[in-house]
């Protein structure tokens, strides 16, 4: 049986309670804010620990199990392999699923001031279930080659979801970084073939300017509730 932290306080602070103990060089917050993710390692770990709990979930499994019934249960790069034959994933295109709970998380961050790890697997949740997510179904052997090299493009038409929906709704959560990656991917769709646009060019057009707002106004302003 794991032995507990040796001198381990809580303390009830009506506005962030907080965990510490004097053997660990750190403090556990409730709520994250920009001040608290500061350090890259720990914010990657608040980022990943959401991630594979909303994987993990039953919301997760059952999202599959609905877009299989709706008739998302073949590989789209090998249309003849079924849910039958061989194992179907659901991959993130263009964004990666950690992509999207950081874009989440500065989002919420840049306009609330604080966020939880419950709220980001909720926001998680309700955007795989409002379809706002670029997904496509592989079997196991097409999705290991796409994520061991670097020429395996999946254009957008071959994939479900309204992402620009998502950018819309989280643009407050958009880096450059991120702004240049789906930037890339469109030219790269635009150049491969024609696309359904349904107005997604249009977003595509305004992710520099909300970027570049993110970058170098919302860093020096404050928004919402922050007292957390």
């Known amino acids: 049986m794991s032995q507990p932290f040796p001198d381990l306080s809580i303390i009830t602070s009506p506005n962030n309670p907080v965990i510490k103990s004097p053997f660990v060089p750190y ?8 001040y608290s993710l500061m350090d890259i390692d ?21 999202y599959k199990f609905f877009l299989m019934n709706l008739g998302m249960d073949r590989c789209q790069i090998n249309n003849n392999i079924t849910m039958d034959m061989a194992t179907i994933e659901m991959h993130h ?27 980001l697997v909720q926001h998680l949740r309700k955007v795989h279930h409002e379809h706002k997510v670029m997904l ?24 479900f979801g309204n992402w620009g ?22 030219d790269e769709a635009i ?11 249009e977003v595509r057009d305004h992710l520099v300017n909300w970027s570049r707002y993110n970058e170098y106004n919302l860093g020096n302003q404050s928004y919402g509730n922050t007292n957390y």
Do not use: W
């Not at 403090?27 to 920009?34: D, M, P, W």
């Not at 770990?45 to 994987?55: D, G, M, Q, T």
């Not at 958009?174 to 890339?184: G, H, P, Q, S």
């Open 42 to 62: 720990r914010y990657t770990s608040f980022v990943k620990n959401a991630v594979s709990r909303f994987r993990a979930s039953r919301a997760y499994k059952n």
């Open 136 to 159: 496509v179904m592989l079997n196991l052997t097409a999705h290991q080659l796409y994520h061991n090299t670097n020429n395996f493009f999946i254009h957008p038409d071959m994939c």
């Open 27 to 34: 403090q556990l917050e409730f709520y994250q804010t920009k």
């Open 191 to 201: 150049k491969v073939g024609s696309t359904q646009d349904n107005g997604l060019m």
């Open 93 to 119: 295109n263009m964004l990666t699923i950690f992509d999207i709970a950081f874009i989440i998380t500065e989002h919420i961050i840049n306009t609330t001031g604080y966020i939880t790890s419950f709220d």
């Open 165 to 186: 929906a998502f950018l819309e709704e989280y643009k407050y959560g958009i880096t450059i970084e991120i702004a240049n990656k789906v930037i890339r991917y469109l």
